[in-house]
């Protein structure tokens, strides 16, 4: 299939869609095409794809595109009614560098590959190229895109199809087919639609997924990974290619109107805006019961989207471990990032946690009066008013035996240590000590610590730092450091905030994530494993490092008034009280692809420099922050 998703849903074969009767609201989703022999077509609905009526064009005829979504296997795209396309997630083959993409009225993505077709006709792409995905250069007349694993597609206007990219098992072998209405790309296969309602299918064949020779009245084509689908006139779905999880038991299933194929699992979208589904459901992908107004599906890998009539998109299925399902929290004052989970604090002292629970360190639902979270890679630390400390989570190296720790008035989780920082400006640590990170008996009038994955930092009350622990990347080689009113610290890289906003890095900069320079204005510091995140007082967020996962997809943020940094993943706290999250798995349900996207206008209200002061503790999974302040800190006992 497409496959290429996992941050979300699936390329719909070409992102596709397309499909017999749809709403009005979803007609145009596929560019302009030959219309299907009359016979066909008079079976179908006035508004369907592939009506003459219809006769395609992706833009709306306003000079805007209709919105669609299409995912790879680490990344995703959304495709905007202004041509513009949007997008997250990894990009270790440059298969998100597309920011000079315009008149977009079509999108597909494949594992590591993103394309796009322009009005003109034209073809772009970027990712990975090393098989020749890429060279589309010289395409022109191109009507509709599909994305498989790593082969590209492309439908001419006068029927005719092209293919670059791997071709090992044939793939590509489309050069001979003519009078074609729609193509899809599968993992090793590639399937084309007639304008005769006929199909054909080029490429691996081991599941029997090119056994299309006598399918008729086909309306529209999906692949999943090994399977190949098909919609005919009268709404009725028809399959063939790998059964091993019911993804091709679609016999009985009516008012189809579009299909989506993931590796193992079959989405159907009926005409009246619902979706069922069928196959592999051990991430909850086929868990679309609920769904309403949906206009256009796409699956992949073990993940489903939805996009619907409202611009609004949908999606379940494979999050990897949650920690970015924060879409409904409210009245959340901190946030915390470990390597795959996320802690919220609430006004009321009570903590909300989402992502992986392998080890208990979402287990906070008890925990009562507490005054801040700090998340470390696999456990969780939480301090109570009583200066007491609580943890959850792994303690193989006993970074949770905290119980005995009294008057804290701060908190820090690294990656397998706990750091408590006392009213008198001392310091307590628990857990790992095999690079020395625990030896922070000696230190006074601390204000702030922060737990890296090795290391562990000290502000003192003076505005200079003190630091322990594992120093290969000179990540504690902080002693020359001055003026300093907040510190972070990521795996092996130390960032500290000067009083003047400007920040201060030293360590591994393998992934950039010390090239913080130039910031100035900041207000807040956030450090994980690879990447540093800053907040600004107009509550605008800037980041550093890695993009891998779509962690530094935080360009749109506003109204942010603080952040923290997980090994994958960033939060953000906004001013209402709701969460922002990127990483991993983005939460594309706060995605709007159903009109121009504006940029924000500065609200006036950004986050008082000065006025946060607070003990506002977070820490990135291996990184961590605890005091939040624009001012010289005060000593310890003031």
Known sequence: MNKSKMLLLALLAGLLLGGPAIPASA???????????????????????????AAMSLATGEGKAKPMVAAGSLHVLGLRSDGVVVH????????????????????????????????DGSVVAAGRGNLGELDVGDWEDIVQVAAGHTHTVGLRSDGTVVAVGDNSAGQCEVSAWTDMVQV?????????????????????????QCDVGGWTDIVQVDTGEYHTLGVKANGTVVAVGDNSHGQCSVDGWTGIIQVAGGWFHTLGLKSDGTVVAVGENTYGQCDVAGW?????????????????????????????????DVGEWSGVTAVAGGQMHTLGLKTDGTVVATGSNVHGQTDVGDWQSILEVSAGRLHSV?????????????????????????????????????????????????GDNESGQCDVEGWTNIVQVAAGRLHTVGLRSDGTLVAVGDNDRGQCNVADWSDIIEVAAGDFHTVGLRSDGTVLGRGHNFEAQIMVSDWTDI???????????????????????????GRRDVGDWTDIVQVAAGEYHTAGVRRDGTVAAAGIDVELAGWNLGAT?????????????????????????AAAFLLLRKRRPRSAGG
């Open 27 to 53: 007609a145009g989703f596929l560019p302009a095409r030959p219309p299907l022999d009359d016979s066909i077509a008079a079976n179908r609905p006035a508004q369907g794809y592939y009506s003459t009526a």
């Open 88 to 119: 997250a997630g990894d990009n270790c083959c440059g298969q998100r560098n597309i920011f000079g993409w315009s008149d977009i009225i079509h999108i597909a993505a494949g594992d590591k590959l993103s394309v796009g077709l322009k009005s």
């Open 184 to 208: 899809a790309a599968g993992e090793l296969h590639t399937v084309g639609l007639r304008s005769d309602g006929t199909v054909v299918a080029a490429g691996d064949n081991r599941y029997g």
């Open 292 to 324: 309403r107004d949906i206009v256009h599906i796409s699956a992949f890998h073990r993940q489903t989207m939805g996009l619907r009539a409202d611009g609004a998109v949908v999606v379940v299925g494979n999050n990897y471990h949650g920690q970015n």
């Open 382 to 430: 939480g301090l109570r008013s009583d200066g007491a400390v609580v943890a959850a989570g792994g303690n193989h190296s006993g970074q949770c035996d905290v119980a005995g720790w009294s008057e804290i008035v701060g908190v820090s989780a690294g990656d397998s240590h706990s750091v408590g920082l006392r009213s008198d400006g001392t310091v307590v640590a628990a």
């Open 523 to 549: 207000v807040q510091l956030a450090a994980a494993r690879k990447h540093t995140v800053g907040l600004r007082p107009d509550g605008t967020v800037i980041t550093a490092g890695s993009t891998e996962w």
């Open 597 to 621: 996207v504006l940029e924000p206008e500065p609200s006036g209200n950004g986050v008082p420099v000065g006025v946060i002061v607070a003990v506002v503790v977070v820490v990135g999974g």
